[in-house]
């Protein structure tokens, strides 16, 4: 499994929700001055969700072309 393929699976509206994420946390990386460790913290948080968004994304997909070959 690719993870260079996963984003090529997502609807707009899921592309557009993991862009959204992307934007407010770099906005809130960059712009506001938090401390070292809940930058950290909020990278890995934001990182973590954008992957489970599109292991799901190609689990379901994947799921659809077996539904279908069946």
């Known amino acids: 499994m690719s993870f260079g393929n996963s984003l090529k699976s997502l609807g707009r509206v899921q592309e557009a929700l993991v862009f959204g994420l992307m934007f407010v946390t770099m906005v809130a990386l960059f712009y506001f001055d938090f401390d070292f460790t809940l930058k950290i913290g909020v990278a890995i948080l934001a990182f973590t ?4 968004i599109s292991i799901a994304s190609q689990l379901l997909s994947m799921q ?4 279908n070959g069946v």
């Open 64 to 67: 659809k072309e077996t539904a």
């Open 49 to 52: 969700i954008i992957m489970l």
